[in-house]
C-alpha cells in the first residue's frame, strides 16, 4: 500500500481497537453496508475510497466491553488508555474526513478522542468512551462481535485463532 500524501489532503490513522480491526467490517463506514453478523446498515463515508495503508499497533492500556451494542448485541468494545496493559489494534491511514464520518456513524457513547502520538508523520487517533473500565459494569460480548474481531487480528497481526481467541479471553475476563 502507498503511505505517500497526495498534497492538500490531511491523512490519519484511525486506531481500531474492537470489530473495525476487520478490514470488511471497516469498508461498512467507508462504502456502507452492514456487516456479516450485525444488525445495522451504514451509510458510509464521503469518500468511500480505500485506507491508504493499515499496519498493527500495539498501545498501552486496556480493552474493556460495556454496555449493549445495537450492531452485534452483547457489550461493546471500549479503549482505557489509563489501565495498565497492552492492547492489540490496527491502524488504517485515512483522509481527516473519512475519520470524522467513521466516528459520526458510531454510537454517542464513543465520545472521547484519544491522540495515540504519530506514525510516519501522521497522527494516530482513536475514540473511546470517557468514561472507563472502572466506572462501568462489564457486559458480554456477542459471538458475532468476538468473531468480527478474531477476524481482525488474524488479518493484520497474523494471529491463528487459538492465539486470537485467547487474546479476546484475556479481554473478556
Known amino acids: 500500500m502507498n503511505r505517500a500524501r497526495t498534497v492538500g489532503i490531511v491523512q490519519v490513522w484511525y486506531v481500531s481497537y474492537g470489530s473495525n480491526m476487520s478490514r470488511?467490517?471497516?469498508?461498512?463506514?467507508?462504502?456502507?453496508?452492514?456487516?456479516?453478523?450485525?444488525?445495522?446498515?451504514?451509510?458510509?463515508?464521503?469518500?468511500?475510497?480505500?485506507?491508504?495503508?493499515?499496519?498493527?499497533?500495539?498501545?498501552p492500556g486496556t480493552v474493556y466491553f460495556a454496555g449493549e451494542s445495537l450492531v452485534w448485541g452483547g457489550g461493546r468494545a471500549f479503549y482505557d488508555p489509563e489501565v495498565?496493559?497492552?492492547?492489540?489494534?490496527c491502524a488504517y491511514l485515512v483522509t481527516a474526513e473519512q475519520f470524522d464520518d467513521i466516528h459520526a456513524q458510531e454510537p454517542p457513547c464513543y465520545d472521547r478522542i484519544v491522540d495515540l502520538g504519530t506514525c510516519d508523520g501522521a497522527p494516530l487517533r482513536t475514540f473511546t468512551s470517557v468514561v472507563g473500565r472502572g466506572d462501568v459494569a462489564p457486559t458480554e460480548p456477542s459471538a458475532p462481535y468476538l468473531?468480527?474481531?478474531?477476524t481482525?487480528?488474524?488479518?493484520?497481526?497474523?494471529?491463528?485463532?487459538e492465539r486470537a481467541q485467547a487474546y479476546l479471553r484475556r479481554l473478556v475476563g
Do not use: H, K, Q
Open 147 to 150: 468473531a468480527t474481531m478474531t
Open 152 to 161: 481482525g487480528l488474524r488479518e493484520v497481526f497474523g494471529w491463528n485463532s
Open 84 to 89: 495498565p496493559g497492552d492492547a492489540a489494534a
Open 24 to 59: 470488511a467490517r471497516l469498508d461498512c463506514y467507508l462504502r456502507g453496508g452492514c456487516p456479516a453478523g450485525g444488525g445495522c446498515t451504514y451509510t458510509g463515508a464521503r469518500d468511500p475510497g480505500a485506507p491508504a495503508d493499515r499496519v498493527a499497533v500495539r498501545l
